[in-house]
């Protein structure tokens, strides 16, 4: 165990334990806490996570080269040495602050949400469960984010896997005919196995060839190989890595669970998409960037896989009516720019970003929320969990039932209003300051790549514009909206702070302080900070202006004013549909993958394989045994004289045999 007498670093394993501590003890005892006690204690055990946060990073800035804090022995086979270890430098205290910070915020909210949500949903007993498992995943993502080696890493890679089966699928037999929630949170399950896939086959080909899953002794030993090899085996260890991220980040070709993901209560959509695990494929190429550098056509395959994911998910916001799934679709893209900053290097943009799409968005999910509980509460109940499936006759998640709430609920609008403008990129908020970065990096890396970023930020504008005048502007065209109330302190609370850090966020990594360039740089090798570019932050914050006065235009002088009135982009015929329906891209996959696999597993794998060979075969050998032991039956007549009989045969037989040999 590395430590230092003068530091913090021995509180390290408690930014894993007490979330652990708080879901044992709603575990054990969350029914007996009261209506809300299993709320109050999950969000202590990972607002007290934070503070151990803070802690570690208040020791880093005295001992910036971090250490590594061994706990246990965990694997010791031959050559196969593995420790539960974690490592605390900048780069992991980073994700621990956003993590924890943000996910205590959520928790916060969650409380009087999910204290709703029960009700409504006739199972009371479930609210402990929900906290449980929102600890558990902040105690997976933590695991992921802490460890020192890769295999500990792939624990918590797979913990928010669970995690994010357990809560998208937590009103499991709701939505869609009694099962839309059940079937989202599988598609969720089976589409990131085939991401983990690649990253499994990226941890083999690391042991095989560097005989450790230690990050520092893989990074010694990836560069003491020889050139010829390095083009060989780092290129498929990073592109299998690279299968890995499009899974849990949600990139092409694998981003189409998170839209599904919405089936959960909005808590664990901002949970998921703002701080927890759609941000492991981020930190998995960041932490990993000495491989990446020895194969650049990994991370010129990673940059345009982040790029195209960018404004193809950006083009599908645009036709969506649902609050939630506009925002899900926005998080697909925000990532396809993470993902594609990280690819060209551009370790601290993809960061800097990373944490103040942790802010926006979960500023956005949380207000969502607040607006769904605004409709259900003019509607006179509350809404049903689960996409799809609503007990009242007005959706609440259906923007076009919406319209007129500004003044219905205007803490909600005000807050909504900042998310937005900072995902935009509206200066000086929190977005134009670290997608400016990323714009910047990708102008001087790749020409194409920087155009396809530009316009999936004015995409990014225009659909944000579209959802807030559909929410908030004009008259209300329902019933629900003309009626709805803003939420109480304790959802609108958390929603004020993120605001906050929505406005404040930039200043993480201000053009010419470069705070978190500055952070970072004892971990990862940086080269020199990004100047900021007057040029590039005038495009972006131009580009932005126009996709919002484009919404206006579209939809601020054309209000809706019915809920079956038409959307004003259907004028765009095919192109509109597609839009609406998402590229048809799910029913692709469920064409040409889905209802093979089904066929083969039911009619080759089900009828003739398991029921005509296997079956047929383990029949066969039973009508065998049978028809010889009906033959073998003869013998056992139970007449004494007959066994007598085959006695003197046998005796006439062994003495013939002794006689003649």
């Not at 607002?47 to 590594?68: D, I, K, N, W, Y």
């Not at 492991?280 to 010129?300: C, D, E, K, M, T």
């Not at 919002?548 to 809706?560: D, K, S």
């Not at 010889?628 to 006439?652: E, H």
């Amino acid at each position: 165990m590395t430590s230092v007498s003068d530091s913090f670093f021995f509180l390290a394993p408690w930014v894993i334990f007490l979330p652990a501590i708080g879901l044992l003890i709603n575990l054990l005892v969350g029914k007996k806490l009261g209506s809300r006690g299993a709320g109050v204690v999950a969000s202590l055990a990972t607002g007290s996570a934070f503070v151990v946060a803070l802690l570690l990073a208040l020791s880093l800035t005295r001992h910036p080269e971090g250490v590594v804090y061994r706990l246990a022995e965990w694997i010791n086979i031959g050559a196969l040495k593995v420790d539960w270890a974690m490592k605390i430098d900048t780069l992991s205290t980073v994700m621990m602050l956003v993590v924890s910070g943000v996910g205590t915020l959520i928790h916060i909210y969650a409380i009087g949400y999910m204290y709703q949500d029960v009700r409504h949903n006739g199972d009371v007993a479930r609210y402990p469960r929900f906290f449980v498992y929102f600890n558990l995943f902040i105690v997976a993502m933590m695991t992921l984010i802490t460890a020192d080696n890769y295999l500990m890493l792939f624990v918590g890679w797979e913990g928010v896997g669970l995690c994010s089966f357990l809560l998208i699928g937590f009103w499991y037999e709701k939505g869609a005919k009694g099962t839309g929630n059940a079937k989202a949170a599988k598609k969720a399950f089976i589409v990131n196995r085939i991401g983990d896939f690649g990253l499994l086959i990226a941890l083999f080909l690391i042991f095989w060839n560097f005989g450790t899953f230690e990050f520092e002794g893989v990074f010694k030993a990836a560069n003491a190989l020889p050139a010829a090899a390095v083009g060989g085996v780092i290129l498929l260890i990073t592109l299998f890595m690279l299968l890995g991220v499009t899974g849990k980040s949600a990139q092409l070709p694998l981003y189409v669970w998170l839209p599904d993901a919405m089936a959960g209560p909005t808590p664990v959509s901002a949970l998921i998409h703002a701080a927890t695990m759609v941000t492991a494929g981020v930190y998995l190429v960041a932490r990993s960037q000495p491989l990446f550098v020895l194969a650049p056509a990994a991370q010129n395959v990673t940059m345009w896989v982040g790029a195209l994911t960018a404004l193809f998910a950006a083009t599908i916001a645009i036709g969506q009516y649902d609050i939630k799934k506009v925002l899900a679709y926005s998080t697909i893209s925000q990532l396809g720019f993470m993902v594609a900053a990280v690819g060209m290097g551009a370790i601290t943009a993809g960061m800097f970003h990373l944490i103040t799409h942790a802010f926006f968005k979960a500023l956005l999910f949380l207000a969502a929320g607040s607006v769904i509980l605004g409709m259900e509460s003019g509607a006179g109940g509350h809404h049903s969990a689960g996409e799809g499936h609503h007990e009242t006759s007005v959706d609440p998640q259906d923007m076009r039932n919406m319209g007129g709430m500004q003044q219905r609920m205007p803490v909600t609008f005000w807050v909504y209003l900042i998310g937005a403008l900072a995902l935009s990129g509206i200066a000086p908020l929190a977005g134009f300051f670290s997608k400016d970065e990323i714009l910047a990096s990708a102008s001087h890396q790749s020409t194409q790549v920087f155009v396809l970023l530009v316009i999936a930020a004015f995409f990014t504008a225009f659909y944000m514009g579209r959802q807030l005048l559909m929410i908030f502007g004009g008259k209300a065209r329902t019933e629900s909206a003309s009626r709805a109330e803003e939420s109480p302190l304790i959802i609108t609370i958390p929603l004020m702070i993120l605001a906050a850090l929505s406005v404040l966020g930039g200043l993480i990594n201000f053009p010419g302080l470069h705070w978190l360039e500055s952070w970072l740089e004892h971990t990862l090798e940086l080269g020199e900070p990004e100047a900021f570019s007057i040029a590039t932050a005038g495009l972006s914050l131009a580009v932005a202006l126009t996709g919002l006065f484009i919404a206006w235009l579209v939809y601020g002088r054309r209000t809706l004013g019915s809920p079956d009135r038409p959307d004003p982009l259907q004028s765009m015929g095919w192109l509109y549909r597609a839009l609406e329906n998402k590229w048809w891209v799910d029913e692709i996959y469920r064409f040409v993958f889905v209802r093979p696999y089904r066929y083969i597993s039911r009619e080759v794998l089900s009828v003739w394989a398991d029921q005509e060979i296997i079956d047929g075969l383990v029949n066969d050998m039973g009508r065998a045994t049978s028809a010889l032991s009906r033959g073998w039956s003869v013998l056992q007549n139970g007449f004494v004289r007959s066994y007598a009989l085959f006695i003197v045969f046998g005796v006439v037989a062994m003495l013939t045999y002794l006689l003649f040999r």
